[in-house]
Nanobody
Framework: VQLQASGGGSVRAGETLSLSCAAS????????MAWYRQAPGNERELVAK???????TYADAVQGRFTISRDNAKNTVSLQMNSLKPEDTAIYYC???????????????WGQGTQVTVSS
């Protein structure tokens, strides 16, 4: 079971980026999926989380600008980031709680991270 993130890049303030993360392997179901970020010198922080049923929660810093979504059939989670600010610059990681067909749970599974850089 693994997560693969994609879609990072460099943009200017006010522009838009979209991140995507796909889970692969022997997956029976995925519960909560989330995006975290870590800026240099800072701890990793939660950006947005979405339940299997589609209920989303956001960090105050991104509320109203970012939208998290998921496709349960494709085992993917996405993050649409609008009105980006320089302070959004960080490495973004996807995260998920995954159950395999063997019954084993892969809790707090992390993707490899993708860099987002926003210049002023």
């Amino acid at each position: 079971v693994q997560l693969q993130a994609s879609g990072g890049g460099s943009v200017r303030a006010g522009e838009t980026l979209s991140l995507s993360c796909a889970a692969s392997g022997s997956i029976n179901r995925i519960d909560d999926m989330a995006w975290y970020r870590q800026a240099p010198g800072n701890e990793r922080e939660l950006v947005a989380k979405i339940t299997r049923g589609g209920t989303a929660t956001y960090a105050d810093a991104v509320q109203g600008r970012f939208t998290i979504s998921r496709d349960n059939a494709k085992n993917t989670v996405s993050l649409q980031m609008n009105s980006l600010k320089p302070e959004d610059t960080a490495i973004y990681y996807c995260n998920a709680d995954i159950r395999s067909y063997s019954g084993a749970w892969y809790l707090n599974q992390w993707g490899q991270g993708t860099q987002v850089t926003v210049s002023s």
